[in-house]
């Protein structure tokens, strides 16, 4: 069983696990493992009634992710998601419930030799901005047109847009800009 961890601060300030900035800076201290727990993790609490618990067929999530879980604390899975727990991102409880972050933190200053050096520099600007460095003008608006092109709307779209790590007001602009060239641009089957 599992749950997301309340923590209103993490929330505010910290970073979807399904985010950029997740996977370019956590994943070289959690590795890739952890990381993909988190999100799918972070997918199964969106899905989620409010109220609702979630329960876990351990086998079938470490199946998921390619790792092996036979039952005990060694397995590939156990020690996934001991690593979330040893860099404080989730915690057990004496139930056992295993209760996940939604939201992490930027990456803590003691963690940063983990990290290779020509990202340090990046890490050290996060921290002082609270803002994940953002992804490119063009880079936004070609993911805005792969997701509009994909069938997702417009709203679905810009809220995807941040999810990934896309500053909010970027979204909106990415969004307008890739649904203005499909509405000025002719289909490809119109175009033989």
Same mark, same amino acid.
């Given at each position: 069983m599992g749950g997301p961890w309340d923590d209103p601060e993490s929330a505010r300030l910290?970073?979807? %696990?399904?985010?950029?900035c997740? $996977?370019?800076f956590w994943i070289a201290v959690l590795g890739p493992s952890a990381v993909w727990l988190l999100r799918l993790l972070a997918r199964e609490?969106? $899905?989620?009634a409010p109220g609702e618990d979630l329960r876990l067929d351990l086998e079938l999530t470490a199946g998921r992710l390619g790792l092996q879980h036979r039952g005990g604390r060694t397995s590939t899975f156990m020690r996934t998601t001991d690593r979330c727990a040893m860099f404080g991102l989730a915690y057990f409880t004496v139930d056992p419930v295993l209760m996940v972050r939604t939201h992490l933190p930027a990456v803590p200053r003691r963690l940063h030799d983990r990290? %290779?050096? $020509?990202l340090r520099d990046e890490v050290?600007?996060?921290i002082r901005t609270g803002e994940c460095p953002d992804f490119s003008l063009g880079e936004t608006r070609l993911l805005a047109s792969c997701m509009l092109m994909l069938g997702h709307g417009l709203h679905e779209a810009a809220e995807r847009l941040v999810t990934l790590g896309v500053a909010p007001n970027a979204d909106n602009e990415a969004t307008a800009w890739a649904r203005a060239q499909r509405c000025t641009r002719p289909h490809p089957r119109q175009q033989r």
């Open positions: 910290g970073h979807d %696990p399904r985010s950029a997740v $996977e370019r609490f969106d $899905e989620l990290i %290779p050096q $020509e050290e600007r996060w």
